[in-house]
T-cell receptor
């Protein structure tokens, strides 16, 4: 599976937008880009995913570069509750042998009041 | 829906003891999996199941057994606990194994092996 690279940590002010970057230069044409987050002492939580086009849902937006070698998770107005570790994960759409989510180190987002 | 539930929340074992971590989902999901998370690390896949009666190994299967007799339940067994198995264990489920769907995670079981 292709790997992703994320900054170890980022800081944001409450109620401001947050842009979390992810590089995946070896992405293949069938890889989906998934984002999960993990709040302290909780299990991971699905945030959003996409293949080629930008995606929006109630939690966030996902902006995918035209060459798909990078993507950005956008939280439109950060709240204290958004402080978590955010994981950018690639999942091969051809993989039928298992439904693996390969978690790297992620980005620890700190939100200041 | 209760989603994905796990029991117990906390467990302390002595080296060599056995136990079963329980996982259940009420969403009629085909796919279920077990991950472990060591301190400061990401999650690693232990075992997974693509349907009742079908299981397979993930990245770190040694020391763990699983079975899937029903769609709802996917227990993880530690036959002889070792200190290296001290970790937080998460169960997850999804509608099927396709990459174009989300996984739902349980709250985790924090296991300490002395």
């Amino acid at each position: 599976d292709a790997k992703t690279t994320q900054p170890n940590s980022m800081e944001s002010n409450e109620e401001e937008p947050v842009h979390l970057p992810c590089n995946h230069s070896t992405i293949s044409g069938t890889d989906y880009i998934h984002w999960y987050r993990q709040l302290p002492s909780q299990g991971p939580e699905y945030v959003i995913h996409g293949l080629t086009s930008n995606v929006n849902n109630r939690m966030a937006s996902l902006a995918i570069a035209e060459d798909r070698k990078s993507s950005t998770l956008i939280l439109h107005r950060a709240t204290l509750r958004d402080a978590a570790v955010y994981y950018c994960i690639l999942r091969d759409g051809r993989n039928n042998a298992g439904n693996m989510l390969t978690f790297g180190g992620g980005t620890r987002l700190m939100v200041k009041p | 829906n209760a989603g994905v539930t796990q029991t117990p929340k906390f467990q302390v074992l002595k080296t060599g003891q056995s136990m079963t971590l329980q996982c259940a989902q009420d969403m009629n999901h085909e796919y279920m999996s077990w991950y472990r998370q060591d301190p400061g690390m990401g999650l690693r896949l232990i075992h997974y199941s693509v349907g009742a009666g079908i299981t397979d190994q993930g990245e770190v299967p040694n020391g763990y057994n699983v079975s899937r007799s029903t769609t709802e339940d996917f227990p993880l067994r530690l036959l002889s606990a070792a200190p290296s198995q001290t970790s937080v264990y998460f169960c997850a489920s999804s509608l099927n194994w396709g990459a174009n769907n989300e996984q739902f995670f349980g709250p985790g079981t924090r296991l300490t092996v002395l």
